[in-house]
């Protein structure tokens, strides 16, 4: 079980493997109000930057799943040179259908909705880790700009249109499925460039290092393709937001 080599390949040296900078993320960890020692499962965790500076900078605790060996090697490294691997763990695991028990105060799935078959999906699923009043963590694109085609949409990484919405329309599945948004920390093109222009190098690098890999040829023509791509679909058609909810009044006291 484990994610295939090409993800290694592209964001092996990520820290943060969402188009979020660490600035960005550091602006959502004070958007919480974060109090010291509160628990946090975060699914499709990656590297384990989010709970590692929140743990160093909040005080809070927290489990991360992440069906990469890889990242979740380097997530158990980052936590260790941040001093608060007595605070945070890190497990190589499927996330989908994990379920955590006790329910903890934060419950986060940023940039994997995969993982629940979309937001729906993935809502109920955090939603089953989750205490009473507790935060609900959703990374999830969303269009800038609706595609004038399918054919824009696959180019931007979608399979079609439907597959994201307008942030409004967005912001609104989060009421209809029963949770109020109280916070949301979106990245811009730059934390869009930051994240696919690290994979070109990331890329360049291994490619210099390992010219006769199996994979060599996959990585030459991403190379020489997506650059071109991203200018002219992703950057210009798609964003990614964080949106944080709570349950809606009519479902339970806050």
Known sequence: ????????IREGDHRIHNPMTARKLA???????LAPGSRMLDLASGSGEMLCTWARDHGIT???VDISTVFTEQARARAT???????VEFVHGDAVGHVTDPPVDIAACI???WIGNGVAGTVELLDRSL????????????WRRTPPDEQTAKDSHATAIADFAPLPELIGRFQQLGYDVVEMVLADQDSWDRYAAAQWLSMRRWLDRNP???LAPRVRDELTT????????????TAPGLHHGHPAVDHLDL
Not at 1 to 8: A, E, K, N, S, V
Not at 81 to 87: I, M, N, P, Q, S
Not at 131 to 142: A, T, V
Not at 226 to 237: L, N, V
Request: net charge negative; hydrophobic share 35%.
């Open 111 to 113: 940039g994997a909705t």
């Open 226 to 237: 997506e650059p071109a791509r991203y200018a002219a679909s992703t950057r210009e058609w």
């Open 81 to 87: 040179e941040l001093g608060v691997a007595d605070r």
């Open 131 to 142: 205490r009473p009043g507790g935060l609900m963590l959703i990374g999830e694109p969303y």
């Open 1 to 8: 079980m484990d994610l295939p080599r090409i993800f290694t």
């Open 62 to 64: 927290g489990t991360g």
């Open 27 to 33: 602006v959502l960890g004070e958007a919480l109000r």
């Open 212 to 214: 006769d890999d199996e």
